[in-house]
């Protein structure tokens, strides 16, 4: 359903300059593509952010939470309904206390997951240092539970502070979430709707004391290796597709398939990382997905794989 005058009258009062309207995804979106979602809001509280999804609610009108779009293919179309950004003002870290030999460390969704690798390094934490050059905010890392081979999310993540569309605020722990590669499943955690996706406020990560500059040595690395690995300057989602295993990589099989570089519109398979679909400039979301349709194809044809985007596609 998309937003008649009614709904943006309500919108425009509570949220004044914080809303918009056709607002265009491509400048939410890391890729550079997408159509105008109908309505864009900037939360600015808790309290706000949860009064609009209460309402969006009772209104039936779908909402989508989004970080910094960096995993995002918003097709051409745009969304219906209401996409929220945290990343402007929802953004603070503090320590939150001490469990056992963990320090405790809580970071709202709209953080920076640089932000939040930076905070740990300066203090000597260590845990966090696998997402040391991954874009994105710490909500939409939870949620991709986003990391490398040297660790993700899961791995360090204590609690998570939610929202769910009947307005409850939970505590969810980390026992009742079951991460495995690029995926969450919170089945066990929620009780009324189990199909339910939760909407991240913070996530408190459990981090040991150890040795700052050897942790700051450590990701200063990491960064100057992806420097070197991926490509820089184009609008991209990073890895597109998951790898089928944790043995056999997705860009591997894509170049084996002789598709590093294939064209497509304004958008190529990268020359650097096979496994990155890069926008030149002048690419739309139409591009991407027919050069994944080609890329998905080929791979099936000469592996018998079945590459499944890691990229969330939404939209119409
Ligand atoms: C150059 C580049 C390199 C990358 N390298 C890596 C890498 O090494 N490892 C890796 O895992 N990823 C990588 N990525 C992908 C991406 O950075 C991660 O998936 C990141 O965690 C996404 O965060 P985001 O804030 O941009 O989320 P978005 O793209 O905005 O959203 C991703 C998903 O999370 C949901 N979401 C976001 N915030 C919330 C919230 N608060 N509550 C509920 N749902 C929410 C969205 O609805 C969407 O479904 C890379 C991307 C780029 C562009």
Redesign the pocket.
Known sequence: MSINTEYKKWLSEQLGDRVGFDEPMSVHT?FRVGGPADAYVISESVEVFTKVIRWAGQNKLPI?????????LVKDGGIRGIVIS?VQDMRKISIEGKAGDKIMVKAM?GAR?QSLCRYAVDLGLEGMNFAAG????V???I??N???RIGSVGDVLDSVDVILSLDLREKITRKDINFSY?KVDWSRSLKSDPEE????VSGTFGLKKSGSSMLKKEAEKLIEKRMVT?PKAFG????FFKNPEPEKSAGELIERAGLKGKKIGGVRVSTRHANFIVNEGEGTAADILELKEIIQNKVLEMFNINLEPEV?IVGE
């Open positions: 890391s989508l939470v989004i970080g910094d779009g960096t995993n995002l945290m969704a997951m991954i874009p994105g905010t909500g939409g890392g949620m991709m986003a990391g490398t690029r996706k939760p909407i991240i991926q991209t989602a990073g890895c969330k």
